[in-house]
T-cell receptor, first 113, second 114 residues
Framework: EAGVTQFPSHSVIEKGQTVTLRCDPI?????LYWYRRVMGKEIKFLLH????????ESGMPNNRFLAERTGGTYSTLKVQPAELEDSGVYFC???????????FGSGTRLTVV | KNQVEQSPQSLIILEGKNCTLQ??????????LRWYKQDTGRGPVSLTI?????NTKSNGRYTATLDADTKQSSLHITASQLSDSASYIC?????????????FGSGTQLTVLP
């Protein structure tokens, strides 16, 4: 069974540019979560999809971040325009509805210069 | 505010030795507590998951304990191996309505030396 796949694994962009991160969850996992870890801090929740619907987006830092999950399969997280403080590692996780277990992807390391 | 505090921040031990990592939390309402291992450049991988009623759970050389009264957990690693070098993250899950959120600790960076 394929795990949670994220790409790119690394992205270096200039301040003001746009970047789109992608997450492919495990097939059949209706729950999809985005998290991020900025330098020296703990991993923090960004948002939660159930299928294509945003269940909870209380962790999204501001309106420069836009997440979508059209069709309830893969998800994208767009940052536009990127700022220096957006640098960090963005993790995606997925799970079955009602399950305790989450499977994390390897993350996308975003560097804004 | 929901918080998860881990100690120590970093730990260096010799191969074959045992170690214990600590986790204190103030998350409410509590659903479960997880320990994850995160290798460099990889995503967190679950080691154990414990609910309110469980006070110990083992996974090979890893044994986690949970005291829900004092809101403390520990992860004990027995007979450490070089491959145990990683960040160990304590994560507490709260169940709020239909949403589940995880509160992460900052992790303990473990280095096992030959």
């Amino acid at each position: 069974e394929a795990g949670v796949t994220q790409f790119p694994s690394h992205s270096v962009i200039e301040k003001g540019q746009t970047v789109t991160l992608r997450c492919d969850p495990i097939s059949g996992h209706d729950n999809l979560y985005w998290y991020r870890r900025v330098m020296g801090k703990e991993i923090k929740f960004l948002l939660h999809f159930v299928k294509e619907s945003k269940q909870d987006e209380s962790g999204m830092p501001n309106n420069r971040f836009l997440a979508e999950r059209t069709g309830g399969t893969y998800s994208t997280l767009k940052v536009q325009p990127a700022e220096l403080e957006d640098s960090g590692v963005y993790f995606c996780a997925s799970s079955l509805i009602g399950a305790y277990g989450y499977t994390f992807g390897s993350g996308t390391r975003l560097t804004v210069v | 505010k929901n918080q998860v505090e881990q100690s120590p921040q970093s730990l260096i031990i010799l191969e074959g030795k045992n170690c214990t990592l600590q986790c204190n939390y103030t998350v409410s309402p509590f659903s479960n507590l997880r320990w994850y291992k995160q290798d460099t450049g990889r995503g967190p991988v679950s080691l154990t998951i414990m609910t309110f009623s469980e006070n110990t759970k083992s996974n090979g050389r890893y044994t986690a304990t949970l005291d829900a009264d004092t809101k403390q957990s520990s992860l004990h690693i027995t007979a450490s191996q070089l491959s145990d070098s990683a960040s160990y993250i304590c994560v507490v899950s709260t169940s709020s309505g239909s949403a589940r959120q995880l509160t992460f600790g900052s992790g303990t960076q473990l280095t096992v030396l030959p």
